[in-house]
C-alpha cells in the first residue's frame, strides 16, 4: 500500500501543471509539456523531473498526454541517481470537465516502470518529497483508473544493504469519484508469484468517513493465502478497527525467504483471528493456530497506553507435537549443533567457569501468559500431558508460576523466579516429582548406555535459592534442599563401564550382564553457601544397604563422599568396606577405602544420623504414594532417632 500510495502520488503530481496550462499546451504541443514538467513541477516537487524521449498530445475526447523515458532524480544520499523511471506515461483529461472543477482524471498508464524506495542510515526516506502530493489532496488532481504494465518496486534498506524486489506483471486500480476504490495486481515478490485483489471505500470517506471504512483484501504469495475482511471508524488514525483475518500457508520457507528470513520446510500452518482496537489498546480475538497436527486457541491482548507496554495471552492447546517444530528447533541449533571442544582447565583445576553472568535486562514490557491443558509430544522423548503453564514478566522480572504436567505416568510442578538484578543474578527455583515411571522415560528418552535400563518410581523435590555476578559465584551461594526417593529400581549392567570391579565388588553390585535390584532409595541433601551435605543416603538392594554420608562443595570445587556397604550375606569377600569418592570436578577417584570421611570434613558431617529417620516417611509417601517399599527402611529405626530435615511434605502440584 505504501508503494501504491508513493506511486500514486508521484502521477497525480504529473499532471497538475499540464492541465494548469492547457491553453499553453494547446499552442505549444508535446514542447511546452516537456518544458513544464522539467522546470514548475520540478520545482514543487522539490525533485529535478527529465523526459527524455517523445513527448506528445492526441486531442481528443478524452485527450491523451504521452511522454517517453520519464524519470524523477533520487534523493542525493540515495544508491541510484533515479528514483522513478517510465519508458512512457500516458495520461487520459478531459478538458472540458477540468474547466468545470472536476479533479479526476480517467487514467493514468504506465509502462515498464521502476520505482525505488530506500531508507538511509539516519532514517530518513527518499519518498518524503511526495508528502505534498499525498497531504495536499484537495489541491491536486486525482487518477479515477492506474495500469501498471511491467512495473518494478525496489525496497532497499542502506543500513543492512537488503534489497527486495516487486515485479508488477498487471497492476489495476480504480477509483471512481464515490464508489468503492477496487485493486487487482499480479506479478512476484522476490521471486516468488503473488497476486493480490480487493476493495475497499470511495477515496472522498477516507479522511472523514462518515460510515466504519470497509477494506477487503485477498493475496497470495506462493503457495501461502491471506484473508483480509475489515472496518476502521478513522482509517487513517488506525482507530476502532475491527478485522477478520485467515492464512493458510503450505510452503512457509517460501514466505520467509522473500521476506528475508530463513525457515527450514515445516508442516502447513492455518491461523484465523479477529482483531480490535486501536489508540493503543488491541486484541486478537478468537485466534485458532494450527501447524501439522500442533494447534493453539485463545486470546491475546496489547495496551501501549501506559508508561511500560502491556501484553496478556490466554491460550489453550490439544496437542503441541514437537515434531512439527523439529525443522524450526534444528535451525535454531544448527550453529551449536556441533560439540564444543573440550575446554582447558583452568589454573587450580577449577571447572565452574568465572565467566560473568549476563542476562537480558528486559524493562521495556509487561507480559502475562498462560498456556493450559497442552499435550506435548515427540517421536524421540516421552508426552507431557495436562501441561499447564503460567508466565509473567514484570519490571525485568521473569517468573513461571507455575509450570505442571503429567509424564510417565507422574507429575511435575516448577515455579521459578528470575531477577536480573542490577549487582547480581538471582534465582529461586522449587521443583517438584511425584512417582515419574523411570522405565516410561528410559523407553523414549535419549539416555546414556548406563541409564538406559533404568526402572522403578521416583519422587521429591528440590528446592534452591542463590544470587552472583558469575557462574562461578553463584554455584558457590547456592542455598537449599532435596529429597529423592525411589523404589523397584535397578542398577544398569553399564555400571561395570563407569566403575572398577573391585568398587562394584564391595558395593554388591557386580551383577555380571543383569541389571541389579534396588528395592528403595532415600536421600536427602542440605545446601549451605554452595555445599551439598549428605545427611541422608540410603540404597537398599538385595545384596547390601549401602549407607552414605559426605559433601559436594561447589566454591571449592571438591568431592567428599563414603559409601559403606552393610551385607546381607556377610564372606570374607564381603566385609563393610566403604568406598571413597574423592578428587575435585577436573579428577574424581572411586576406590575401596578404609579412611572416615570426617577425617576430611571435620565437624561438618555428624557420624550418627546415616539411617533415614522416620520424619522423611511422609516425604517418601508424597514423592512415591503410600505403601512404598521404602517404608521398611523407615522401621528399622528406633523411637529415640532425632528427625532430620523438613517434616512437612512440599506443596503439591497445581492443576
Not at 407 to 419: I, K, N, P, S, W
Not at 434 to 447: E, H
Not at 494 to 519: I, K, N, W
Amino acid at each position: 500500500m505504501r508503494a501504491l500510495k508513493v506511486a500514486g502520488g508521484i502521477g497525480v503530481g504529473l499532471l497538475i501543471i499540464p492541465i494548469l496550462f492547457l491553453g499553453a499546451l494547446a499552442i505549444g504541443g508535446g514542447s511546452v509539456l516537456a518544458w513544464l514538467l522539467e522546470h514548475p513541477v520540478s520545482r514543487l516537487a522539490g525533485r529535478q523531473i527529465l523526459v527524455d524521449g517523445l513527448v506528445s498530445i492526441r486531442w481528443g475526447e478524452p485527450t491523451r498526454l504521452i511522454a517517453e523515458n520519464v524519470r524523477i532524480a533520487n534523493a542525493g544520499w540515495g544508491s541510484r541517481s533515479d528514483m522513478f523511471v517510465a519508458q512512457r506515461a500516458e495520461i487520459d483529461i478531459d478538458p472540458r470537465a477540468l474547466l468545470k472543477g472536476t479533479r479526476h482524471v480517467p487514467l493514468v498508464l504506465l509502462e515498464r516502470a521502476m520505482l525505488l524506495l530506500e531508507t538511509a542510515p539516519n532514517g530518513q526516506r527518499n519518498w518524503d518529497f511526495a508528502r505534498a502530493f499525498r497531504e495536499g489532496g484537495s489541491a491536486w488532481l486525482r487518477p479515477s483508473h492506474i495500469v501498471l504494465r511491467d512495473g518494478t518496486v525496489i525496497f532497499r534498506n542502506d543500513s543492512s544493504g537488503a534489497e527486495r524486489m516487486l515485479v508488477a506483471d498487471s497492476l489495476a486500480v480504480d477509483v471512481p469519484a464515490a464508489a468503492p476504490i477496487k485493486l487487482s495486481a499480479a506479478g512476484t515478490f522476490q521471486q516468488q508469484p503473488i497476486r493480490l485483489s480487493g476493495s475497499m471505500g470511495p477515496l472522498d470517506e477516507l479522511r472523514r468517513p462518515t460510515r466504519p471504512y470497509p477494506v477487503a483484501l485477498e493475496a497470495r504469495i506462493a503457495d501461502s493465502d491471506l484473508t483480509i475482511r475489515a472496518t476502521a471508524a478513522e482509517p487513517l488514525a488506525l482507530a476502532g478497527i475491527e478485522a477478520a483475518l485467515a492464512f493458510t500457508g503450505r510452503r512457509l520457507d517460501d514466505v520467509a525467504a522473500a521476506f528475508g528470513l530463513a525457515l527450514p520446510p515445516l508442516p502447513e500452518l492455518r491461523a484465523a483471528g479477529e482483531i480490535t482496537g486501536g489508540n493503543g489498546d488491541w486484541a486478537v480475538k478468537a485466534l485458532t493456530v494450527r501447524l501439522g497436527r500442533s494447534d493453539v486457541e485463545g486470546g491475546i491482548a496489547l495496551s501501549t497506553r501506559g508508561l511500560v507496554p502491556y501484553a496478556r495471552a490466554d491460550l489453550s492447546s490439544s496437542l503441541i507435537d514437537l515434531d512439527d517444530l523439529a525443522g524450526l528447533i534444528g535451525a535454531t541449533r544448527s550453529g551449536t549443533s556441533a560439540p564444543p571442544a573440550p575446554r582447558p582447565i583452568a589454573p587450580g583445576g577449577r571447572v565452574i567457569p568465572e565467566a560473568p553472568i549476563t542476562a537480558p535486562q528486559v524493562r521495556g514490557v509487561n507480559i502475562d501468559f498462560s498456556l493450559r491443558g497442552a499435550r506435548i509430544a515427540a517421536s524421540n522423548a516421552p508426552p507431557l500431558e495436562d501441561v499447564a503453564v503460567a508466565f509473567r514478566l514484570k519490571d525485568g522480572v521473569l517468573a513461571l508460576d507455575p509450570v505442571t504436567f503429567s509424564v510417565a505416568g507422574g507429575q511435575v510442578a516448577l515455579d521459578m523466579t528470575v531477577d536480573p538484578a542490577p549487582r547480581a543474578l538471582e534465582l529461586a527455583l522449587d521443583l517438584d516429582i511425584r512417582r515419574v515411571d523411570l522405565a516410561q522415560l528410559s523407553r523414549s528418552a535419549p539416555l546414556p548406555p548406563y541409564a538406559r535400563d533404568a526402572r522403578g518410581i521416583a519422587g521429591g523435590f528440590v528446592r534452591v535459592r542463590s544470587a552472583g555476578t558469575s557462574v562461578r559465584d553463584f554455584f558457590s551461594r547456592m542455598e537449599g534442599e532435596a529429597e529423592v526417593f525411589a523404589e523397584n529400581g535397578a542398577f544398569s549392567p553399564a555400571l561395570q563401564h563407569l566403575l572398577d570391579r573391585d568398587v562394584l565388588e564391595a558395593l554388591g553390585l557386580d551383577g555380571g550382564a543383569r541389571a541389579m535390584p534396588v528395592s528403595c532409595m532415600v536421600s536427602r541433601f542440605d545446601l549451605k553457601n554452595g555445599v551439598v551435605n549428605a545427611s541422608t543416603l540410603l540404597i537398599d538392594t538385595p545384596e547390601a544397604t549401602l549407607l552414605g554420608q559426605g559433601n559436594i562443595n561447589f566454591g571449592a570445587e571438591t568431592i567428599y563422599v563414603d559409601i559403606t556397604p552393610h551385607h546381607k550375606r556377610v564372606t570374607a569377600a564381603t566385609l563393610s568396606t566403604p568406598v571413597e569418592v574423592r578428587g575435585t570436578y577436573a579428577s574424581v577417584t572411586i576406590r575401596p577405602g578404609t579412611a572416615r570421611i570426617v577425617e576430611h570434613m571435620g565437624a561438618a558431617i555428624e557420624p550418627g544420623i546415616l539411617l533415614p529417620p522416620p520424619a522423611l516417611q511422609p516425604l517418601a509417601d508424597v514423592a512415591l504414594g503410600e505403601n512404598n517399599t521404602c517404608a521398611t527402611a523407615f522401621g528399622t529405626r528406633n523411637a529415640e532417632d532425632v528427625a532430620v530435615g523438613s517434616s512437612s511434605p512440599p506443596k503439591k502440584p497445581r492443576p
